[in-house]
């Protein structure tokens, strides 16, 4: 395992998830009420429906899967995602800090069926403050942006659309479920799209430098081939 990490250095950058966490925790310790509530009409219009738990906690399974497999398999996908994913969620820490921001969404349960219990789970150990912009939002975002750029995925439409899918589907739970607002989905979205367009700018850059480079070394190499063919 020391050797692999060795030979891949580059899978150390996940690391960064202990110091997001830890500050994350910290924040939630020193600013335990919102100050600002976020709220639209459209919050009202959308029905509370526990089922879209399950595709809630899908993240859980989705953003740590294709963190492990593009470690393994596609070096430039994972950097790409840690720097989404990390710096996303590190924004979203210092809007946090510097507007404070809760939910006033939460209706008391009446059903009685299984994931009408996890939501009731979740609401105990996750409490509706620091919500904007949704870091769950924005994180599964930028699984899907990594799966869209990423090699091993280029040909693969069906795994795009099918990541297209869950994203939808996850995101959708965030509001169905009363833990984040509309207002929370579309600022984690667009945070993470804005970023992906900065990753793709820089992507395409290194491929323009790169090309250059090889294209100077074959000007270099033609003009020395002709120098000699001169000297003869």
Same mark, same amino acid.
């Given at each position: 395992?020391?050797?692999?990490?060795?030979?891949?250095?580059?899978?150390?950058?996940?690391?960064?998830?202990? !110091?997001?966490?830890?500050?994350?925790?910290?924040? %939630?310790?020193? $600013?335990?009420?919102?100050?600002? +509530?976020?709220?639209?009409?459209?919050?009202?219009?959308?029905?509370? /429906?526990?089922?879209?738990?399950?595709?809630?906690?899908?993240?859980?399974?989705?953003?740590?899967?294709? *963190? =492990?497999?593009?470690? *393994?398999?596609?070096?430039?996908?994972?950097?790409?995602?840690?720097?989404?994913?990390? @710096?996303?969620?590190? *924004?979203?820490?210092?809007?946090?800090?510097?507007?404070?921001?809760?939910?006033?969404?939460?209706? %008391?349960?009446?059903?009685?069926?299984?994931?009408?219990?996890?939501?009731?789970?979740?609401?105990?150990?996750?409490?509706?403050? /620091?919500?904007?912009?949704?870091?769950?939002?924005?994180? @599964? $975002?930028? $699984?899907?942006?990594?799966?869209?750029?990423?090699?091993?995925?280029?040909?693969?439409?069906?795994?795009? =659309?099918?990541?297209?899918? +869950?994203?939808?589907?996850?995101?959708?739970? @965030? !509001?169905?479920?009363?833990?984040?607002?509309?207002?929370? +989905?579309?600022?984690?979205? =667009? *945070?993470?799209? $804005?970023?992906?367009?900065?990753?793709?700018?820089? #992507?395409?850059?290194?491929?323009?430098?790169?090309?250059?480079?090889?294209?100077? %070394?074959?000007?270099?190499?033609?003009? %020395?081939?002709?120098?000699?063919? +001169? #000297?003869?």
């Amino acid at each position: 395992m020391l050797s692999w990490i060795k030979e891949h250095r580059y899978c150390l950058a996940g690391l960064y998830l202990f !110091v997001f966490l830890a500050g994350f925790f910290l924040l %939630e310790l020193l $600013v335990p009420e919102p100050k600002y +509530v976020i709220h639209c009409t459209l919050d009202d219009w959308i029905p509370f /429906n526990e089922w879209f738990v399950l595709p809630y906690f899908l993240w859980y399974v989705w953003v740590p899967v294709f *963190l =492990l497999y593009f470690v *393994l398999k596609d070096k430039w996908a994972y950097l790409e995602l840690c720097f989404l994913m990390f @710096t996303g969620a590190t *924004l979203c820490l210092i809007i946090y800090a510097l507007w404070p921001n809760g939910l006033d969404l939460r209706r %008391e349960i009446t059903s009685h069926n299984f994931c009408a219990d996890i939501v009731r789970f979740l609401r105990r150990i996750d409490s509706p403050c /620091n919500v904007c912009p949704s870091i769950h939002v924005s994180s @599964t $975002v930028a $699984v899907h942006i990594a799966i869209c750029h990423s090699r091993s995925f280029e040909e693969n439409r069906g795994m795009k =659309l099918l990541s297209l899918a +869950v994203t939808l589907a996850i995101c959708a739970s @965030t !509001v169905f479920i009363k833990q984040h607002s509309v207002i929370d +989905v579309f600022w984690g979205w =667009l *945070l993470s799209c $804005v970023l992906g367009m900065g990753s793709a700018w820089y #992507r395409q850059k290194q491929v323009c430098s790169a090309y250059k480079v090889r294209k100077s %070394e074959r000007t270099l190499i033609e003009t %020395e081939n002709i120098n000699k063919i +001169v #000297r003869k």
